[in-house]
């Protein structure tokens, strides 16, 4: 299992495009795929689940990855909302 914390830097949070997008990202990826946000986790493959999240611009969330390829897993998307998640 490995994890590590990310700031989200969307000026409008996780909404539908970006919680898309990261949905995407997650769904390449064989291991299991959470995040836990003010003690909830969410899964990152399920949009309903991160929408759920409430993430707004600013937050700190921590993805947790667990499986076969979980390094490459937590590389991409950390990466992928770093550089803003397509916005």
Not at 51 to 62: F, M, N
């Amino acid at each position: 299992m490995v994890s590590q914390k990310v700031t989200i830097k969307n000026p409008t949070g996780l909404h539908l495009r970006p919680a898309g997008i990261l949905c995407k990202e997650a769904m390449q990826f064989k291991s299991l795929i959470t995040f836990t946000f003010r003690d909830n986790t969410a899964n990152a493959k399920s949009v309903l689940s991160v929408l759920g999240a409430c993430v707004k611009c600013g937050d700190e969330i921590e993805f947790v990855c667990e499986g076969e390829d979980e390094q490459e897993a937590l590389d991409t998307l950390v990466q992928a909302v770093e550089s803003g998640l397509g916005e």
